[in-house]
């Protein structure tokens, strides 16, 4: 893939979690798992191997030991693209890993836990944090949104029926990409507001399943926050940016072993697989750059994530380790599949003015109900200015500017006033002696009338305005300034950190090529020396990499099998399917039944086609058969020359239909007289359509 000028990789992490008590007590070897932080290196030991074998080194932008704090994760790899978000960016954030690995931990961590809260609850705290330290003059709309994908199907963890619906659909616009339709998201105000939303989202995920273990290793976990920060440009107008934000927590990586299964157990095995394994193909294509094809399409996570690899987003992959020696092919295959995500570019660009932003269209409706509240108070002091009969002089143009002013500022003075009046209006009415009761009725219903829209629209007013944010208020307690300080100081490490270990790679690589440039040979035997040294060292880079094609050749040769494996049970699954049908179902309701189908790529499924046309279907029921004209029933042209020759009782039963009776056969006497019948049959009973009636013999599928 081209690199252009707004192009940039997706950043790689890697983390290690400890050896759990069960994997130190099963035995003493220890992890197999080692980490050089500063280079940003993992080595792995095969334990079958032997001791010679060289070690497998893979390096990526960070890599996160076992006592690695999940702060330091965050502050290093995870806030620049919160940042990024925040300025208006696309950002995605997936966990990759075995079951059991961390995933879930580095995402959501322990909530209770300060010092191990993870990735998702920091993301919360930074988002608020910023929104309140920033200018008053910008506005912020917050809005989140939980589903998972479970057998394929995407499933909202904020609906409460969502277990007894179906899926959700994925549909493509130009504007926004991908994205889930009917989704609900949920407009937060604070900190708490979002965790709340999570927490409901995590609560449906465990309801749905039986067994929360299987059912987490198997689903794929999506929190997706959208932040639109509306501020005034250089211009005068206001812009509004839109950054969307992917947490993923996915499934487990590992191998689902699907030997011996069978049918709906079969097809679970391959959904479950389906997108992990979609999502590798996705990543091996963008990798490669070579292949102009990347399957998106073939899996809903990828579909969803399209933005995200080789898209318009900054994304960072979280992959998650194991140390113990047990999981070493697991450990290697994760490490391999990380290691290609590192070459995917993306190009992500900052989201100015969608037409699709929800705050655009929050910010017209607050002015639209601002210019109503607006209205009726200028409605109201004419009314009281009519009965006081005082300051007519009043230029009305400069009434309505201070009016707007007011309504701006002083929303709930207005309440109170309009309240007053209506008030002092009832009073009068009741007071007043001339008015008959059922006058004094109407016009004080038309009163509470008016009280409760002014009412409604005030308290809708300001529904509307205080789901939006705005910069520098008090949204959350805020931290004192020593607190601040030492957040931007622990930035400013991490961004070193990150720079030191960035310089240090590039450093390592350069020296590898340099060192011969500055060799300089005083001796022959110096010479001869130095070659071997260095023959030794590209030597053992040769069986690295010789191991290394074995490795993938037997993990080629591992897939291929097992693919096989699902081919011929599925081909056995299929072969019982149509010994069914052949057998069983009658050739002309299949035929029937085919005609009807069409396939939907979109959805992945066949449908059954209306059995008549959805725009027909009015103009059909609506209009009467022409041959019906002046006659209670369609009636042949030969009975209507009857009629109009002098109606014949006879005619009256022609139109009755002939029914085909289904009776068991006739004896042969019956049959050579129906034979004699036949023989004297007038020409026009010979093409009764009953006779001429023919099955159609379906072709085979
Ligand atoms: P996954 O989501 O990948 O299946 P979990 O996040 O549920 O795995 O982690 C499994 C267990 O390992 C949990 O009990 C978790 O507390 C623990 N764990 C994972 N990573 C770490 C870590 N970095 N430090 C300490 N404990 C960890
Ligand atoms: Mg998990």
């Known amino acids: 893939m081209s690199k252009n000028k707004s192009s940039e990789s997706v950043k790689v992490v890697v983390r290690c979690r400890p050896l759990n008590r069960k994997e130190e007590s099963s035995g003493p070897v220890g992890g197999i798992v080692q980490m050089d932080l500063r280079l940003g290196q993992v080595i792995l030991r095969n334990p079958r191997a032997s001791p010679s074998e060289p070690q497998k080194t893979f390096t990526f932008d960070a890599v996160y030991d076992g006592n690695s704090k999940q702060r330091d994760l965050y502050d290093e790899s995870v806030r620049p693209l919160i940042d990024s978000v925040l300025a208006g960016f696309n950002g995605t954030i997936f966990a990759y890993g075995q079951t059991g690995t961390g995933k879930t931990y580095t995402m959501q961590g322990a909530w209770l836990d300060p010092e191990k809260r993870g990735v998702i609850p920091n993301a919360f705290d930074h988002i608020f944090t910023h929104i309140s330290r920033s200018q008053s003059d910008k506005q912020y709309l917050v809005r989140a949104s939980y589903l998972e994908i479970y057998r394929e199907e995407i499933r909202d963890l904020l609906d409460p029926n969502h277990s007894s619906t179906r899926g959700l659909d994925l549909r493509e616009s130009p504007e926004t990409g991908v994205y889930v339709q009917d989704l609900t998201s949920c407009v937060c105000k604070s900190i708490k507001e979002i965790e709340e939303v999570m927490n409901v989202g995590n609560q449906a995920r465990v309801v749905g399943a039986t067994d929360m273990n299987e059912h987490s290793s198997r689903s794929h976990a999506l929190f997706l926050i959208t932040v639109e920060c509306s501020q005034p440009g250089p211009d005068g107008r206001k812009h509004i940016r839109v950054g969307r934000l992917n947490l993923v927590d996915l ?19 391959a959904k479950i697989n389906l997108s992990l394994s979609a999502l590798g193909n996705v990543i091996s294509a963008l990798a490669d750059g070579r292949s102009g094809h990347v399957p998106y399409r073939d899996s809903k996570l990828t579909r969803l994530l399209q933005d995200s690899l080789g898209g318009n987003a900054k994304t960072v992959m979280v992959a998650t380790l194991g140390p113990a020696p047990a999981h070493y092919d697991e450990t290697l295959t994760t490490l391999r599949y990380a290691n290609r995500a590192k070459n995917i570019q993306n190009q992500p660009k900052v989201n100015e003015d969608p037409k699709d932003a929800l705050l655009r269209e929050f910010q017209k409706e607050i002015a639209r109900l601002k210019a109503q509240l607006n209205h009726r108070r200028w409605r109201s002091k004419q009314k009281k200015e009519q009965v006081d009969c005082e300051d007519w002089g009043r230029d009305s143009d400069e009434e309505m500017e201070d009016e707007e002013e ?9 309440v109170k006033l309009e309240e007053q009046r209506l008030e002092r209006e009832k009073e009068a009415i009741t007071e007043d002696q001339f008015l008959l009761v059922e006058e004094k009725q109407k016009l004080l219903g038309d009163l509470r009338k ?28 805020h931290t004192n300034e020593q607190q601040k300080m030492l957040e931007v100081k622990r930035q400013e490490i991490a961004e070193q950190t990150r720079k030191e270990r960035e310089i240090q790679q590039q450093m ?81 309701e299949k035929n029937k039944i085919m005609n009807r189908l069409t396939f939907d790529p979109e959805e992945d499924q066949w ?26 029933r369609p009636i042949s042209q030969y009975a209507r020359v009857a009629i109009a020759m002098g109606a014949h009782s006879r005619f009256r039963a022609e139109n009755i239909m002939f029914l085909e009776l289904d009776m068991c056969p006739p004896n042969p006497s019956s ?6 019948a036949a023989t004297n049959q007038t020409p026009s009973q010979e093409n009764s359509p009953t006779r001429n009636r023919d099955i159609h013999k379906s072709s085979s599928w």
């Open 671 to 676: 049959l050579d007289c129906l034979a004699e």
């Open 508 to 588: 390592l690589v350069q020296d590898e090529e340099t060192v011969e440039l500055r060799e300089t040979f005083t001796s022959l035997q110096q010479e001869v020396e130095a070659k071997t040294k260095k023959l030794k060292k590209l030597y053992s880079k040769l069986q690295c990499i010789k191991a290394e094609i074995k490795d993938m050749n037997d993990e080629h040769v591992g897939s291929r099998q097992e693919l096989e494996q699902t081919q011929n049970e599925l081909t056995r699954e299929l072969k019982f399917k149509y010994l069914i049908i052949e057998n069983f179902i009658p050739p002309e």
């Open 251 to 269: 499934a487990g990586s590992e191998r689902q072993a699907k030997t011996g299964v069978h049918g709906e157990r079969l097809k679970e095995a």
């Open 406 to 414: 007011a309504v701006e500022t002083e929303t709930d003075d207005y």
């Open 607 to 632: 449908n059954f086609q209306p059995l008549v046309p959805a725009q027909s279907k009015f103009s059909q029921m609506k209009k009467r058969p022409t041959s019906a004209v002046g006659y209670k």
């Open 450 to 477: 008016e009280q409760e829209a002014t009412e409604q629209l005030t308290a809708k007013y300001k529904a509307m305005e205080s789901k939006l944010l705005v910069g520098g208020k008090n949204i959350m307690d």
